[in-house]
């Protein structure tokens, strides 16, 4: 009867996730609509889903974020971003973090999603990674992105995988992004989301959301060649501070 009573639970919260996800897009739509006219209100979109839908997610979702000690501080943008994904907290977590604008690259099947998919796919740049004409899409909307000064933030392990897997292999994406357009990365890592809200059905739960930023890899530090050194080198480094977790 106890697990059955926790499952629920598990359910509820849950289910309570998508509901509060909805919640400010209805209220705030005619502002989202003004928000995605162009990339000169891309600014105001932005300030809505950090300022507004994101702190009521993890307010409501009892999650509050905390920097860990010995966290660093941004660079100044643009710069590309990658973070470790676990869970849908990872984009609001990473929204609280970052306080100027950044375009998301995700896969397009989020823009298929309810409601969120028709801001999203017109906010981020989509991929469809199974089309390299997609892939190279994504290169010339970066392109016209920096333009404007916006960093750009990347999942570089492609999706979530497992809850047992730590840190999955990374694709070259970010990386090659970052070498093509002399742009500093930033590894960010992130350790309760997958606690707090994985996709197992029956697991998580309220909780602190901690995250550290790491040190800034400079531009022009790897070559055009050196692409999978750049990824291992920064997916070691992430694996290493996650594994110090658990000690």
């Known amino acids: 009867m106890i697990q059955f009573i926790r499952n629920l639970g598990h359910l509820i919260y849950k289910g309570w996730f998508y509901l509060v996800t909805a919640i400010p897009v209805?209220?705030?739509?005619?502002?989202?609509?003004?928000?995605?006219?162009?990339?000169?209100?891309?600014?105001?979109?932005?300030w809505v889903?950090?300022?507004?839908?994101?702190?009521?997610?993890?307010f409501m979702m009892g999650?509050?974020?905390?920097?860990?000690?010995?966290?660093?501080?941004?660079?100044?943008?643009?710069?590309?971003?990658?973070?470790?994904?676990?869970?849908?907290?990872?984009?609001?977590?990473?929204?609280?973090?970052?306080?100027r604008p950044v375009v998301?690259?995700?896969?397009?099947?989020?823009?298929?999603?309810?409601?969120?998919?028709f801001f999203y796919k017109r906010a981020a740049i989509l991929v469809n990674r199974s089309s390299k004409e997609s892939r190279k899409r994504v290169y010339e909307r970066v392109r016209q992105?920096?333009?404007?000064?916006?960093?750009?933030a990347i999942?570089?392990?492609?999706?979530?995988?497992?809850?047992?897997?730590?840190?999955?292999?990374?694709?070259?994406?970010a990386f090659s992004m970052a070498i093509e357009h002399n742009l500093p990365l930033v590894p960010i890592v992130n350790f309760d989301c997958k606690k707090r809200l994985n996709w197992e059905l029956f697991e998580g739960g309220p909780g602190i959301l901690r995250y550290t930023i790491l040190e800034t890899i400079p531009?022009?530090?790897?070559?055009?060649?050196?692409?999978?050194?750049?990824?291992?080198h920064v997916r070691n480094r992430m694996l290493e501070v996650l594994k110090s977790d658990e000690i």
């Open 26 to 46: 209805f209220v705030c739509a005619p502002i989202l609509l003004v928000g995605v006219l162009s990339e000169r209100t891309y600014p105001l979109l932005y």
């Open 49 to 58: 889903a950090r300022s507004i839908w994101s702190p009521f997610i993890l």
């Open 63 to 99: 999650t509050p974020i905390r920097r860990v000690e010995g966290s660093l501080e941004l660079p100044p943008p643009p710069f590309v971003v990658v973070a470790n994904h676990t869970s849908m907290l990872d984009i609001m977590l990473l929204l609280r973090i970052c306080k």
């Open 104 to 117: 998301f690259v995700g896969k397009e099947e989020l823009g298929r999603i309810w409601l969120f998919g």
């Open 145 to 152: 992105k920096l333009h404007y000064q916006r960093s750009i």
């Open 155 to 173: 999942y570089p392990e492609g999706g979530v995988p497992h809850v047992s897997v730590d840190l999955d292999r990374f694709k070259d994406g």
């Open 219 to 232: 531009a022009k530090t790897f070559k055009a060649d050196q692409v999978e050194d750049f990824k291992q």
